[in-house]
């Protein structure tokens, strides 16, 4: 089944994903490991706002492969905010402007409930050095290339966001054990040594580029009557700005009573005070900082006025805060 163009976004609970992007015009998105490390960290801070797990990554000179798992319905947003962030980052560092990424991501669904789809779709994306021939088969090990998940599956501390048991799991390995995926991966490295493999393992992986979903035929089922219900009664815009406040509202409302209940307020006695009271700009920074709710709602719930108030909270906060900002804020970020 092909993939279709400008195709509407299909997410829900629970959803994992295939997702891969590239360079504008195709060029590089990183120039040097600094660029890696801050693509990572940005991923870090992407998961904790979005509660996304990720299982596989790699990072390509010009592009990257993600396998993401999406416990709320909130792909767009969290795309949106990964991509823009790491934007920004980049070319504040290397001082530059414009687009960084070309067009619109490329999202697959995954099925994530059967196996072996997320095996699959990670050892591929763990591949992608050997393919490009980034290390040399038969003479260094897949693990040489640093800017993947797959050395961290060999390792016993990982980041938080990364789940390694669904795909070792799916491979009758327990998730500590390294040495047996180290083995498996090694052999399908040497696959790519010989022609009828490499051969065998392309047309695999054009196969996961080209469709629009992996998984079995009732996962296509199922996603044409999510994609038919997401259409239907739809204008031709974009959904994306209803995706995101799916997730954005949830997730900054909880985030909202958590900081309420630190600093000893009501929400009726958060709205009596002046708008531009410590106490909400501080709030306000925060549950910005930690969510992709957009800034109109966090001044409407705060009662903060016109929505410029809180990018200038945001401003105060980072760059020039008060005493009772700073009290407020230390006590907020406490927190996390």
Not at 9 to 35: C, K, P, S, T, V
Not at 295 to 302: F, H, I, P, T
């Amino acid at each position: 089944m092909g993939f279709m163009a400008r195709a509407l976004r299909i997410e829900y609970a629970g959803a994992a994903y295939h997702l891969m992007a590239r360079g504008n015009h195709g060029q590089g998105i990183f120039q040097d490991d600094a660029d890696r490390r801050s693509f990572l960290l940005t991923l870090g801070e992407a998961c904790e706002k979005t509660g996304w797990v990720v299982h596989a990554y790699v990072l390509m000179s010009n592009h990257y492969h993600l396998l993401v798992e999406t416990p709320e319905a909130n792909l767009v947003a969290g795309m949106k905010w990964l991509q823009g962030a790491y934007t920004q980052r980049y070319n504040r560092r290397h001082k530059l402007q414009g687009h960084l990424f070309q067009g619109r991501y490329k999202a697959v669904v995954v099925d994530g409930e059967e196996e072996p789809y997320l095996q699959v779709v990670s050892t591929s994306i763990h591949l992608n050095p050997a393919r490009a021939k980034l290390i040399r088969i038969g003479k260094e090990r897949l693990k040489a290339y640093l800017w993947s998940s797959y050395p961290l599956y060999l390792r016993e501390q990982v980041p938080t966001w990364l789940e390694r048991q669904r795909v070792m799991g799916s491979l009758g390995l327990k998730g500590t054990d390294g040495r047996g995926y180290e083995a498996y991966m090694e052999g399908r490295v040497l696959e790519l040594g010989s022609k009828a493999g490499r051969e065998e393992l392309d047309e695999e992986w054009r196969s996961l580029r080209r469709g629009w979903y992996v998984g079995d035929r009732e996962l296509g089922v199922e996603l044409a009557g999510k994609l038919a219900k997401a259409l239907k009664g739809r204008r031709r815009e974009s959904h994306r700005g209803a995706a995101k406040a799916a997730h954005g509202e949830a997730a900054a409302e909880r985030r909202l009573k958590r900081g309420l209940t630190c600093l000893g307020l009501t929400f009726q006695e958060l709205k009596d005070l002046p708008k531009a009271a410590p106490e909400k700009v501080a709030l306000a920074s925060w549950v910005r900082e930690g969510t992709t709710v957009s800034l109109r709602w966090v001044s409407e719930r705060l009662g903060m006025g016109h929505y410029t108030r809180v990018t200038q909270a945001i401003s105060r906060m980072k760059r020039r805060p008060g005493r009772k900002h700073e009290q407020f804020g230390r006590k907020l970020r406490r927190l996390k």
